[in-house]
């Protein structure tokens, strides 16, 4: 009897054994969890504080480090304390003239486009000698180069003007709907740094029209708004129309009751307004339409079935000229003209090409003379 209650209790013992390391190993286990939920805690709490400390901060980021402003930086923070001058707008005949769509913040984009036309060599430096370049505004929202693309294109103006070429920028409904405060389309909206210009420390944060909006919008409303030193530097290099000999270059419309206030007229309103001196808080109905009316965009086939031709006639015998360009609406199936070749319609989407690489187009007139060029691998080497 004992030597069976002796073995029963080494059994029992063994199994009590073998259950107290089991319970160690869970509880271990269990320990091991704990730990690592506790430090992805902390990741996450350093994270939030970082991100809080952003947010609250007054200063901005700086330009990424692909970008080298040199000028173009002097020249994007000079304006926040030199009174903007208006944009000129009528400028001579030259041999060439090359018209580039809507960016809407893709730096692979308007790279491309550059490409295309032959405007810069492989160091991303000027090379169109005198040609002069109309970038048809819609430099902001839905991509996420915004500065990078402004900065760009201020260095190229810089370095064209110093051998007797030009780069000029229209504004954009896109630029204008920025400068009103409506964010809609931005990149900050979904969190993207972006909401941070890099307009060094003269952002105005404390302004009554910036402290309305969220926090992580406040540095692009202050940079923005107008009078803000982005509005400055707009109002200052982005007219709503410009004239190069014959060819007439708008964002997106141009009828004759703009035609009847003249083309001065348009140019100081979107000066006024953006640079912070004008006694409206907004733009007029007519330079909306000018800047977001479809008319122009609209499908061949649509165009011909209507009095749109007639209209761009009335328009271009008014003003004396040969052509009228506009963006705006993206052409999917390819950069194109209507009406005789008066009415070019140049927005080939570029965004959307150098997100899906595809080919790049855009419009150049030499000495007159119209044609569209193409560029099938502007983002990369032809596969093999």
Same mark, same amino acid.
């Given at each position: 009897?004992? +030597?069976?209650?002796?073995?029963?209790?080494?059994?029992? @013992?063994?199994?009590?054994?073998?259950?107290?390391?089991?319970?160690?190993?869970?509880?271990?286990? %269990?320990?091991?969890?704990?730990?690592?939920?506790?430090?992805?805690?902390?990741? $996450?709490?350093? %994270?939030?504080?970082?991100?809080?400390?952003?947010?609250?901060?007054?200063? $901005?980021?700086?330009?990424?480090?692909?970008?080298? !402003? $040199?000028?173009?930086?002097?020249?994007?923070?000079?304006?926040?304390?030199?009174? !903007?001058?208006?944009?000129? #707008?009528?400028? !001579?005949?030259?041999?060439?003239?090359?018209?580039? /769509?809507?960016?809407?913040?893709? &730096?692979?984009?308007?790279?491309?486009?550059?490409?295309?036309?032959?405007?810069?060599?492989?160091?991303?430096?000027?090379?169109?000698?005198?040609?002069?370049?109309?970038?048809?505004?819609?430099?902001?929202?839905?991509?996420?180069?915004?500065?990078?693309?402004?900065?760009?294109?201020?260095?190229?103006?810089?370095?064209?003007?110093?051998? *007797?070429?030009?780069?000029?920028?229209?504004? /954009?409904?896109?630029?204008?709907?920025?400068?009103?405060?409506?964010?809609?389309?931005?990149?900050?909206?979904?969190?993207?740094?972006?909401?941070?210009?890099?307009? @060094?420390?003269?952002?105005?944060?404390?302004?009554?029209?910036?402290?309305? %909006?969220?926090?992580?919008?406040?540095?692009?409303?202050?940079?923005?708004?107008? @009078? @803000?030193?982005?509005?400055?530097?707009?109002?200052?290099?982005? !007219?709503?129309?410009?004239?190069?000999?014959?060819?007439?270059?708008? #964002?997106? %419309?141009?009828? &004759?009751?703009?035609?009847?206030? *003249?083309?001065?007229?348009?140019?100081?309103?979107?000066?006024?307004?953006?640079?912070?001196?004008?006694?409206?808080?907004?733009?007029?109905? +007519? &330079?909306?339409?000018?800047?977001?009316?479809?008319?122009?965009?609209?499908?061949?086939?649509?165009?011909? #079935?209507?009095?749109?031709?007639?209209?761009?006639?009335?328009?271009?015998?008014?003003?004396?000229?040969?052509?009228?360009?506009? /963006?705006?609406?993206?052409? =999917?199936?390819?950069?194109?003209?209507?009406?005789?070749?008066?009415?070019?319609?140049?927005?080939? /989407?570029?965004?959307?090409?150098?997100?899906?690489?595809?080919?790049?187009?855009?419009?150049? =007139?030499?000495?007159?003379?119209?044609?569209?060029?193409?560029?099938?691998?502007?983002?990369?080497?032809?596969?093999?």
């Amino acid at each position: 009897f004992f +030597a069976s209650l002796q073995s029963r209790q080494r059994l029992l @013992g063994e199994r009590l054994l073998e259950d107290i390391e089991e319970c160690m190993k869970i509880n271990c286990l %269990f320990s091991r969890i704990v730990v690592l939920a506790a430090m992805a805690a902390l990741v $996450v709490f350093a %994270f939030v504080l970082l991100r809080l400390k952003e947010q609250t901060s007054a200063l $901005v980021v700086v330009a990424p480090k692909e970008i080298h !402003p $040199v000028g173009a930086k002097a020249a994007l923070i000079s304006v926040q304390t030199e009174a !903007p001058t208006s944009a000129p #707008h009528v400028y !001579p005949a030259v041999g060439r003239v090359v018209a580039i /769509g809507d960016i809407h913040g893709s &730096m692979k984009g308007l790279r491309g486009a550059f490409r295309a036309a032959r405007l810069m060599d492989e160091h991303e430096k000027w090379a169109g000698g005198k040609t002069v370049v109309v970038q048809m505004g819609d430099i902001l929202d839905r991509g996420r180069s915004e500065l990078e693309a402004i900065t760009f294109l201020e260095r190229m103006r810089e370095e064209a003007a110093a051998v *007797g070429g030009a780069v000029h920028t229209l504004l /954009g409904n896109h630029d204008a709907l920025t400068v009103s405060g409506i964010f809609t389309y931005a990149p900050n909206v979904s969190g993207f740094l972006s909401d941070r210009f890099a307009f @060094g420390e003269a952002l105005d944060l404390k302004r009554d029209a910036v402290a309305r %909006f969220p926090r992580r919008q406040r540095n692009r409303a202050a940079a923005f708004l107008p @009078g @803000g030193p982005a509005a400055k530097l707009f109002a200052s290099t982005r !007219p709503a129309a410009v004239r190069v000999g014959g060819l007439v270059f708008v #964002h997106a %419309f141009l009828g &004759m009751e703009h035609v009847d206030r *003249g083309l001065d007229s348009l140019n100081n309103e979107v000066h006024a307004w953006m640079s912070g001196t004008s006694k409206s808080n907004k733009l007029s109905e +007519a &330079m909306w339409s000018l800047l977001q009316d479809r008319d122009y965009g609209k499908a061949a086939s649509a165009i011909r #079935h209507s009095t749109i031709c007639d209209q761009v006639t009335q328009v271009l015998s008014a003003l004396k000229a040969t052509a009228l360009v506009v /963006g705006h609406t993206p052409q =999917w199936t390819g950069l194109n003209s209507v009406c005789n070749e008066t009415l070019w319609r140049v927005d080939a /989407g570029l965004s959307v090409s150098a997100s899906l690489e595809r080919p790049v187009q855009v419009v150049e =007139w030499v000495n007159g003379t119209p044609r569209i060029l193409q560029l099938d691998f502007p983002f990369g080497e032809k596969p093999q």
